[in-house]
Nanobody, 116 residues
């Protein structure tokens, strides 16, 4: 079993930056692939960024060049550095990790609002 807790969301002006953190417990973090998803009101949840146990990263086209996913295995934590934020980045951001054929584990989510 895995527990995930996100933090770092908030209100920021367009062009600003935020760093989200996701602390994991209950499993061996270093061998898990991790991802950040987001969901805006009335829209489907979408994958924003992912990182494998080996450090390979993948990003949605909408955030390439602006967001960076990273992990610190010693702290059982994955990060999402978000720069040059746009109003369309406004969403609840979720941390997630796969659970084989049984679907993903999810955190509780953290709200990111980009507005002037």
């Amino acid at each position: 079993q895995v527990q995930l807790v996100e933090s770092g969301g908030g209100l920021v002006q367009p062009g600003g930056s935020l760093r989200l953190s996701c602390a994991a417990s209950g499993s061996i973090f270093s061998i898990r692939a991790m991802g950040w998803y987001r969901q805006a009101p009335g829209k489907q949840r979408e994958l924003v960024a992912a990182i494998t146990s080996g450090g390979t990263t993948n990003y949605a086209d909408s955030v390439k060049g602006r967001f960076t996913i990273s992990r610190d295995n010693a702290k059982n934590t994955v990060y999402l550095q978000m720069n040059s934020l746009k109003p369309e980045d406004t969403a609840v951001y979720y941390c997630s990790t796969p659970n084989g054929p049984w679907g993903n584990y999810w955190g509780q989510g953290t709200q990111v609002t980009v507005s002037s």
